[in-house]
């Protein structure tokens, strides 16, 4: 079955950097578009990028465009979030997805943005 495991999250001060990690299994991770999502308790579930099986089309949020990168490693079968400038507003768990809706996601990273 599925399986995509999130870590990296951490306490950070704002204007600081994390890199998130999260290993897949399960299935065909290189055919697959893979997807970062956050969850914070009032706002629900939002999409924050999305990268294609040969990592040549990335996207982003508008509210961490230039800020946050996305990338893969189809031979680890991993997905990272490299984060930088992190504000507080970033404070959320976050979630590696098969799909942008996050339907389909690990148990999460908690990246907490604060001083």
């Known amino acids: 079955q599925v399986q995509l495991v999130e870590s990296g999250g951490a306490l950070v001060q704002p204007g600081g950097s994390l890199r998130l990690s999260c290993v897949a299994s399960?299935?065909?991770?290189?055919?697959?578009?893979m997807n970062w999502v956050r969850q914070t308790p009032g706002k629900g579930l939002e999409w924050v990028s999305i990268?294609?099986?040969?990592?040549?089309?990335?996207n982003y949020a508008d509210p961490v465009k230039g800020r946050f990168t996305i990338s893969r490693d189809n031979a680890k079968n991993t997905v990272y979030l490299q984060m930088n400038s992190l504000r507080p507003e970033d404070t959320a768990i976050y979630f590696c997805?098969?799909?942008?809706?996050?339907?389909?996601r690990g148990r999460g990273t908690q990246v907490t943005v604060s001083s």
């Open positions: 997805s098969t799909d942008p809706t996050g339907l389909q």
């Open positions: 399960g299935f065909i991770f290189k055919d697959k578009f």
């Open positions: 990268i294609s099986p040969h990592s040549d089309i990335t």
